[in-house]
């Protein structure tokens, strides 16, 4: 919902809800003895005795300064106020509520130190906050004019903070929470969102956020991140988005233990318990909101795909950090081969070890391979010898057949291990020896370990037969990084290729600049929603993901690749969403899959040639200005 109209109408409505008061009492009271009078009633009936009559219900309340109690609301007052699902499950006392404020001011210091390296990022986060919840219009105008300055703040590295301090933190209620408890209640709680139209949803069952581990309830936070990226980049309008937590409780045992947490204390639900829950919840969206999409973000390796395959030919939606990064990561593939003065057909030729066989790291495996076979002809032994050009280490070494309970999404990628004998390899080799033996063009990392591509790794990667190694640190947030770019750059010199999922500063020696580029998913997921939804594809394809990644991949000019720039500035994600989210539109169309949106239906949408689509796209981007407001009784 707009603040900008609900201050509007919760305004009006105190006011007249203060008049009614007023004439209730003596006409001779004066109208402040009379709001005096009121509020200190107000506060004495919240205490226990009369009850206080109030006239408005659901998101208005929880933003009315006189009768939110937060997370004080009881569940029958919830239940009773259409609140369920506004607010995180634990119910608790003033007295919690307290000791919950009083920590979070007291950390604030400490989280400075430990934080971004912007000392001041949590401070700029709370400024930002309370100017999100005050005035939207004003909040997405000031994130999209300093988008460069800001997004590490709303997003990573300072969203990673955030959501493990977020019970400190939290102060109104942004979003909806499922919860396990609410089986059986989502169909009906779900119209307790006030908005009744829903473009895009970003749900996360807090299970893996960022490269932080299992934040349980407070996963929230990255959801509200990626959704303001997608309002600042995609021009989403901010009154249809819809940030999702999906509460089956933790396993993180810090969370089960704090007294002060938000979200179920219990441990996580699994298996067919864990898969209810989520079905539940998206036919409770879809039903209300029949042509949302809907975001999965930052779940759990094993549900991540389980619930993609579950859920992708049925429903508009997609996998953020499988699909997204593995978009990305293709694009700046590509960027590093021509980086090297190569063709991207050449591609096909690149040797690349993966470090990390989680979502994000199969996600891209699955698609580089995927991309390789497709340069070369798209036969058996095409996608054979595509295989044979990545070596996947996890947490237990080098990936082969050898492996005993080997993920089922690794198996794939597994080398043969007659094979890497060969390459003086073997089952659970160390990444270190990886790089030695392989001498890889591209070393890429997914782990979620920070400082994994140690000294001894980087000086590994010298060997390189590749005129321009690369290297991707993209785990998130910055102290996840699997090394910095001086780290790089001061071992491998300035012809390395350098990309980070958070962002770092350029890295100045010898008179030369070593280029930090941002390799995140932010450059893609924004235009994947906005060009799903402006095709009104029922279903996002391989293909129209294919389209977005190779969009950005183009979106490069030779002369930036040469120097080592092989994604864009952040200050550009505007212009790069339309493009990538007409690309997503013509890819649908191609597909027939594209069934339109509003007036433009798919007749029309296939008329349209790809300047006529990004005009389209253009003019149906929202900007933050003022409309007009006019007053009319209801
Ligand atoms: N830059 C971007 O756009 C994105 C970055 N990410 C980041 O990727 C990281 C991983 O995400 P997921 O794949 O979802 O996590 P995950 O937990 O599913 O996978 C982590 C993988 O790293 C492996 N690993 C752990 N220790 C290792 C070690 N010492 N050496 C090699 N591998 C090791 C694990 O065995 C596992 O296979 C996170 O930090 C996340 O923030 C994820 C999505 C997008
Ligand atoms: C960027 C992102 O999606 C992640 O780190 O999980
Ligand atoms: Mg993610």
């Not at 750059?489 to 980070?500: K, T």
């Not at 030369?512 to 450059?523: L, R």
Request: with cysteine.
């Amino acid at each position: 919902m707009s603040n900008f109209s609900s201050q509007l109408r919760l305004s009006s409505s105190l006011l007249k809800h203060l008049k009614h008061q007023i004439n209730a009492t003596s006409s001779t009271t004066s109208a402040s003895a009379a709001a005096m009078m009121f509020e200190r009633r107000s506060f004495t009936t919240t205490e226990g005795s009369r009850p206080t009559i109030v006239h408005k219900r659901s998101i208005d309340i929880l933003h009315d300064p006189w009768f939110n109690k937060g997370t004080a609301f009881s569940m029958t007052e919830r239940d009773r106020l259409d609140l369920r699902g506004l607010l995180p499950p634990t119910v608790m006392s003033s007295q919690q509520q307290i000791e919950r404020f009083m920590v979070d001011l007291k950390r604030l210091e400490v989280q400075a130190r430990d934080g971004p390296s912007d000392p001041n990022a949590l401070a700029k986060w709370r400024i930002l906050n309370r100017l999100h919840d005050r005035n939207e219009t004003m909040y997405y105008k000031v994130l999209i004019e300093n988008i460069e300055e800001y997004a590490p703040i709303v997003y990573t590295p300072t969203v990673g903070l955030v959501c493990q301090n977020y019970s400190g933190l939290f102060r109104r209620p942004r979003g909806m929470y499922f919860s396990a408890e609410d089986r059986g209640e989502m169909m009906s709680m779900v119209y307790n969102w006030p908005a009744d139209q829903v473009d895009m949803i970003v749900v996360t069952d807090g299970s893996r956020i960022l490269g932080l581990g299992d934040l349980g309830v407070q996963g929230i936070g990255i959801t509200i991140g990626k959704l303001d990226l997608y309002v600042a980049a995609a021009g989403i309008n901010p009154q249809r988005v819809l940030p999702v937590m999906i509460d089956v409780g933790t396993n993180n045992e810090r969370l089960l233990k704090d007294p002060l947490y938000l979200g179920l204390q219990e441990h996580r639900l699994d298996g067919e318990e864990y898969i209810s829950v989520v079905d539940e919840f998206m036919e409770a969206v879809f039903t209300r909101w029949p042509h949302v999409i809907v975001q999965f973000e930052d779940f759990q390796s094993k549900w991540a795909f389980n619930l993609l395959q579950r859920y992708r030919n049925t429903y508009r939606m997609f996998n953020d950090d499988v699909q997204g990064t593995a978009g990305v990561a293709i694009a700046g593939l590509l960027g590093a081969v021509r980086a090297q003065g190569k063709p991207m057909i050449d591609f096909p030729k690149q040797k690349i070890v993966v470090a990390g066989a989680g979502s994000a790291g199969i996600g891209v495996v699955n698609a580089a391979r995927k991309t390789m076979a497709r340069m070369l002809g798209n036969t058996e032994s095409a996608f054979e010898s595509a295989s044979s050009q990545f070596w996947v280490v996890d947490a237990n070494g080098l990936i082969t057949e050898e492996r005993t309970n080997i993920d089922p999404q690794a198996l794939p990628f597994a080398r043969k291990a007659k094979e890497v004998g060969h390459q003086g390899l073997r089952e659970g080799a160390s990444l270190v020896e990886v790089v030695q033996q392989i001498k890889p063009d591209v070393l890429l990392g997914l782990s979620a370990v920070g400082g994994l591509f140690s000294k001894e790794v980087l000086e590994a990667l010298k060997g390189s037969t590749s005129t321009r190694p690369a290297i991707f640190a993209m785990s998130n947030p910055t102290k996840n990084a699997e090394c910095t770019p001086e780290e790089a750059f001061s071992v491998l010199g300035d012809q390395l290729i350098f990309a980070s999922g958070s962002p770092f500063n350029d890295v100045k020696f010898d008179g030369v600049i070593g280029h930090c580029n941002q390799g995140n998913n932010m450059y893609l997921f924004p235009g994947i929603g906005l060009g799903t939804l402006l095709s009104g594809s029922r279903i996002i394809s391989d293909g129209m993901l294919q389209a977005a990644a190779e969009c950005l991949a183009a979106y490069m000019k030779d002369d930036e690749v040469l120097k080592g720039i092989i994604y864009p500035s952040i200050s550009s994600i505007r212009d790069i969403t339309k493009e990538v989210a007409a690309a997503v539109v013509k890819e649908a169309i191609e597909e027939d899959l594209a069934e339109g949106y509003r007036d433009m239906d798919a007749r029309e949408l296939k008329k349209l040639d790809m300047e006529e689509i990004k005009t389209y796209v253009k003019n149906n981007m929202w900007e933050p200005r003022y409309p007009t407001l006019v007053y009319r009784k209801e």
